[in-house]
């Protein structure tokens, strides 16, 4: 569980959430809007707010008392990487009261490429440290709610229960699975986003009479099917777009304005700069938001995601235990299956034979030799195993880690992506 000082549930707001795309607020009167105390229950604005958010105000769709909502709203973002990063900077921008944001990570490097709320100073910085820094910096108005732990089956009903928005920035299905859940129980919305290489998908579940993300992926792809963004790489700017699509729709659930993206799901492909929509029916008969669910409690993602394999897990080797075989002069076939522009970043003395190509290449190979396969990270190559196993190969392991275990354990001034 959370601790009392990150519990949400100790900073509640003024009024419980009124805003809501399924039934948008009627236009605010005149008295309403005649000053910025012309709300009751909502702090006014003051007058260095007032000339902040002017932009919005002059907005029809918006107003004073637009503003005032999205002063008041609790908006939770799991998750500040790719798609939390601009989710964060625009909300923050925009106002919302309360910002709270769940993450464990420290600011890596390679996050820089496309997680724009950090700089090159703040590597090796907690991740929500420096998102509470910048976001003072760019709206002092906004109180951050720091989550510094991981979501969890256990701490989610807990830390989701204290919002009004729920905005999934995750990376992994666990994640993903858990937020959807977490929200169909408690009946809070769930801005959905996600990116992949150069595609990007949103949608808003979990609202009234709307689907949740069981009803569009029931069940998770089996493990190693779909790799991740650190595998198959990212557009750096598609996060940006997605993300600021998700802080879009946050803030006209908020103010109660437009149409939502409730029973769509649209897609966007920077490759060729197209978006597409598909519709995405509410599943009468599914376990979570269904009228006859059978899903009450949270189960086990870990389990649920990523089932283990068992007796026939991949057989491994570590990186110091193949520098050893090496060194010894042994019989070992060193097999890469990155693709070859990978390759030319870095690389071990191998045979380079992309994952794709290995079913086409096995009469290459000798199954007399011991074999270690390798790619970046060791999912790849995790994947080529199982397979050369099936095939018949008995003398065959995954080098743990991939090749950028190997650069920190054995040779660090290998160059790492």
């Known amino acids: 569980m959370t601790s009392k000082k990150n519990d949400t549930r100790h900073t509640p707001a003024p009024e419980p959430f009124r805003g809501g795309a399924s039934a948008p607020p009627a236009a605010p009167s005149r008295a309403e809007d005649a000053g910025p105390g012309g709300i009751r229950g909502i702090p006014p604005l003051g007058e260095e707010e007032t000339a902040r958010y002017g932009r919005h105000m002059v907005l029809p769709e918006v107003t004073l008392r637009g503003q005032l909502e999205i002063k008041r709203a609790r908006v939770l973002i799991v998750g500040a990487g790719g798609l939390g990063s601009p989710t964060v900077l625009y909300l923050a921008a925009a106002g919302v009261g ?8 420290a600011v890596d490097l390679t996050n820089l490429q496309r997680q724009i709320l950090y700089g090159t100073a703040d590597v090796g910085r907690p991740k ?25 089956r256990e701490n989610a009903l807990d830390v989701l229960s204290g919002y ?23 009946g809070k919305p769930d801005v959905y986003g996600s990116v992949f290489r150069f595609e990007g998908q949103a949608s808003v579940f979990g609202l009234a009479d709307g689907p949740c993300y069981r009803c569009l992926y029931p069940e998770p792809p089996p493990p190693g099917v779909v790799p991740s963004c650190a595998e198959a790489g990212v557009l750096g700017v598609l996060p940006g777009i997605i993300g600021s699509i998700q802080a879009a729709e946050t803030i006209k659930l908020i103010i109660g304005r437009g149409e939502i993206l409730k029973g769509r799901l649209l897609l966007f492909d920077a490759l060729v700069m197209k978006f597409r929509e598909l519709k995405v029916p509410k599943n009468p008969a599914c376990p979570v938001c269904g009228p006859q669910r059978t899903t009450r409690e949270l189960p086990d993602y870990e389990d649920f995601c990523d089932a283990p ?12 235990e193949l520098k050893a075989r090496l060194d010894a002069g042994g019989d070992t076939l060193v097999i890469d299956v990155r693709e070859p522009h990978e390759n030319r ?19 290459d190979l ?12 060791g999912i790849r190559s995790a994947a080529a195993v199982a397979f050369l196993t099936q095939a018949g190969f008995t003398r065959v392991w995954n080098l743990r880690g991939g090749i950028l275990a190997w650069a920190d354990e054995i040779d660090p001034t290998m160059p790492k992506y």
């Open 128 to 152: 929500i440290d420096a998102a509470i820094a910048r976001i003072r910096d760019l709206n002092p108005n906004v109180t951050v709610i720091p989550h510094r732990t991981r979501l969890t």
């Open 345 to 363: 970043i870095c690389r071990l003395d191998a045979l380079l034979i992309p994952l794709a190509e290995i079913p086409s290449r096995l009469d």
């Open 309 to 320: 394999a068992g007796p026939s897990a991949t057989p491994e080797i570590t990186p110091r």
């Open 366 to 377: 000798d199954r007399s030799r011991d074999i270690v396969v390798y790619c970046r990270t």
């Open 98 to 105: 309360r910002l709270g944001i769940v993450d464990d990570d």
């Open 164 to 186: 009004d928005v729920v905005v999934d920035g995750s990376d992994n299905f666990p994640t993903r699975y858990l937020v959807n859940d977490a929200c169909a129980v408690l």
